[in-house]
Protein backbone atom coordinates (compact mmCIF):
# COMPACT_ATOMS: atom_id res chain seq x y z
CA UNK A 1 0.00 0.00 0.00
CA UNK A 2 2.44 2.48 0.65
CA UNK A 3 3.66 2.25 -2.99
CA UNK A 4 0.37 3.16 -3.92
CA UNK A 5 0.02 5.97 -1.56
CA UNK A 6 3.12 7.41 -3.08
CA UNK A 7 2.27 6.91 -6.50
CA UNK A 8 -1.17 8.53 -6.31
CA UNK A 9 0.46 11.58 -4.56
CA UNK A 10 2.86 11.79 -7.54
CA UNK A 11 0.02 11.48 -10.08
CA UNK A 12 -1.84 14.32 -8.52
CA UNK A 13 1.65 16.42 -8.63
CA UNK A 14 2.10 14.99 -12.49
CA UNK A 15 -1.59 16.35 -13.10
CA UNK A 16 -0.65 19.81 -10.94
CA UNK A 17 2.73 19.88 -13.25
CA UNK A 18 0.64 19.84 -16.13
CA UNK A 19 -1.90 22.40 -14.96
CA UNK A 20 1.03 24.80 -14.19
CA UNK A 21 2.70 25.14 -17.78
CA UNK A 22 -0.14 24.12 -20.27
CA UNK A 23 -2.47 26.93 -21.78
CA UNK A 24 -4.27 24.10 -23.89
CA UNK A 25 -7.55 24.09 -22.74
CA UNK A 26 -8.17 20.75 -24.24
CA UNK A 27 -5.05 19.17 -22.10
CA UNK A 28 -6.32 21.40 -19.00
CA UNK A 29 -9.59 20.19 -19.18
CA UNK A 30 -7.84 16.15 -19.34
CA UNK A 31 -5.70 17.44 -16.43
CA UNK A 32 -8.30 18.40 -14.55
CA UNK A 33 -10.42 15.81 -14.61
CA UNK A 34 -7.75 13.38 -14.36
CA UNK A 35 -6.79 15.23 -11.19
CA UNK A 36 -10.05 14.97 -9.25
CA UNK A 37 -9.76 11.00 -10.31
CA UNK A 38 -6.48 10.68 -8.71
CA UNK A 39 -7.60 12.65 -5.48
CA UNK A 40 -9.82 10.45 -4.80
CA UNK A 41 -7.26 7.38 -5.13
CA UNK A 42 -5.25 9.07 -2.75
CA UNK A 43 -7.91 9.41 -0.25
CA UNK A 44 -9.10 5.65 -0.16
CA UNK A 45 -5.60 4.49 0.01
CA UNK A 46 -4.79 7.28 2.69
CA UNK A 47 -7.84 5.66 4.59
CA UNK A 48 -6.62 2.56 4.76
CA UNK A 49 -2.72 3.40 5.44
CA UNK A 50 -1.51 4.97 8.75
CA UNK A 51 0.77 8.02 8.27
CA UNK A 52 3.45 5.97 9.80
CA UNK A 53 3.79 3.59 6.75
CA UNK A 54 3.66 6.56 4.51
CA UNK A 55 6.83 6.57 2.21
CA UNK A 56 9.56 8.64 3.86
CA UNK A 57 10.27 9.83 0.36
CA UNK A 58 6.66 11.70 -0.49
CA UNK A 59 8.32 15.07 -0.60
CA UNK A 60 10.61 13.53 -3.40
CA UNK A 61 7.34 12.09 -5.15
CA UNK A 62 5.91 15.35 -5.17
CA UNK A 63 8.75 17.02 -7.22
CA UNK A 64 9.04 14.32 -9.17
CA UNK A 65 5.48 13.82 -10.43
CA UNK A 66 5.42 17.73 -10.83
CA UNK A 67 8.26 17.02 -13.08
CA UNK A 68 6.72 14.54 -14.85
CA UNK A 69 3.59 16.42 -15.72
CA UNK A 70 5.55 19.93 -16.10
CA UNK A 71 8.48 18.92 -18.63
CA UNK A 72 6.18 16.97 -21.28
CA UNK A 73 3.95 20.22 -20.73
CA UNK A 74 6.65 22.49 -22.32
CA UNK A 75 6.95 20.12 -25.48
CA UNK A 76 2.70 19.94 -25.92
CA UNK A 77 -0.17 18.16 -25.86
CA UNK A 78 1.57 15.05 -27.74
CA UNK A 79 4.40 14.96 -25.28
CA UNK A 80 1.56 15.09 -22.38
CA UNK A 81 -0.35 12.36 -23.87
CA UNK A 82 2.33 9.89 -24.17
CA UNK A 83 3.65 10.49 -21.08
CA UNK A 84 0.15 10.23 -19.12
CA UNK A 85 -0.07 6.97 -21.48
CA UNK A 86 3.50 5.67 -19.98
CA UNK A 87 2.85 6.22 -16.80
CA UNK A 88 -0.62 4.56 -16.55
CA UNK A 89 0.55 1.38 -18.46
CA UNK A 90 3.04 1.39 -15.83
CA UNK A 91 0.15 1.84 -13.20
CA UNK A 92 -2.30 -0.62 -14.42
CA UNK A 93 0.38 -3.28 -14.78
CA UNK A 94 1.52 -2.18 -10.87
CA UNK A 95 -1.90 -2.81 -9.98
CA UNK A 96 -2.40 -5.62 -11.67
CA UNK A 97 -0.05 -7.43 -9.62
CA UNK A 98 -1.42 -6.46 -6.66
CA UNK A 99 -4.41 -7.57 -7.30
CA UNK A 100 -3.28 -11.27 -8.81
CA UNK A 101 -1.27 -11.76 -5.42
CA UNK A 102 -4.35 -11.04 -3.35
CA UNK A 103 -6.71 -13.16 -5.56
CA UNK A 104 -4.14 -16.15 -5.46
CA UNK A 105 -3.67 -15.79 -1.68
CA UNK A 106 -7.76 -15.30 -1.58
CA UNK A 107 -7.13 -12.51 1.54
CA UNK A 108 -8.66 -8.59 1.75
CA UNK A 109 -11.35 -8.75 -0.85
CA UNK A 110 -11.98 -4.85 0.16
CA UNK A 111 -8.75 -4.00 -1.02
CA UNK A 112 -8.64 -6.02 -4.22
CA UNK A 113 -11.91 -4.48 -4.73
CA UNK A 114 -10.44 -0.94 -4.30
CA UNK A 115 -7.34 -1.52 -6.19
CA UNK A 116 -9.29 -2.98 -9.02
CA UNK A 117 -11.54 0.29 -9.17
CA UNK A 118 -8.11 2.15 -9.43
CA UNK A 119 -6.41 0.12 -12.06
CA UNK A 120 -10.18 0.49 -14.11
CA UNK A 121 -9.67 4.55 -13.51
CA UNK A 122 -6.27 4.44 -14.62
CA UNK A 123 -6.89 2.27 -17.57
CA UNK A 124 -8.98 4.79 -18.39
CA UNK A 125 -6.57 7.26 -18.28
CA UNK A 126 -4.25 5.07 -20.34
CA UNK A 127 -6.70 4.78 -23.08
CA UNK A 128 -7.90 8.66 -23.37
CA UNK A 129 -4.00 9.29 -23.57
CA UNK A 130 -3.36 6.60 -26.57
CA UNK A 131 -6.80 7.60 -27.79
CA UNK A 132 -5.33 11.05 -28.09
CA UNK A 133 -1.63 10.76 -29.22
CA UNK A 134 -0.03 11.02 -32.17
CA UNK A 135 0.72 7.52 -33.64
CA UNK A 136 4.65 8.70 -34.47
CA UNK A 137 6.74 10.19 -32.18
CA UNK A 138 10.27 11.21 -31.66
CA UNK A 139 13.61 9.80 -30.88
CA UNK A 140 13.30 12.52 -27.84
CA UNK A 141 9.66 11.55 -26.80
CA UNK A 142 10.16 8.02 -27.05
CA UNK A 143 13.57 8.61 -24.99
CA UNK A 144 11.76 10.81 -22.55
CA UNK A 145 8.37 7.56 -22.20
CA UNK A 146 11.62 5.34 -21.26
CA UNK A 147 12.73 7.76 -18.58
CA UNK A 148 9.22 7.85 -17.16
CA UNK A 149 8.80 4.02 -16.81
CA UNK A 150 12.23 3.26 -15.74
CA UNK A 151 11.91 6.24 -12.83
CA UNK A 152 8.04 4.32 -12.22
CA UNK A 153 9.49 1.38 -11.78
CA UNK A 154 12.56 3.04 -9.58
CA UNK A 155 9.87 4.60 -7.61
CA UNK A 156 8.06 1.39 -6.48
CA UNK A 157 11.01 -0.34 -5.36
CA UNK A 158 12.37 2.82 -3.15
CA UNK A 159 9.06 3.39 -2.06
CA UNK A 160 8.25 -0.30 -0.59
CA UNK A 161 11.70 0.53 0.97
CA UNK A 162 11.25 3.49 2.83
Not at 41 to 52: A, G, K, Q, V
Request: charged content about 30%.
Amino acid sequence: MRSNHAGETGAIFIYRGILSVTRNQQIRTFAREHLKTEEKHLDLISERLSEDHRSLFLPLWKVAGFMTGAIPSMFGSNAVYATIDEVETFVGEHYREQIDRLKEKVVFPDLRSILEECREDEISHRDEARDAKSKKSSLFLRAWCWLVRVGSKLAVKLARWG
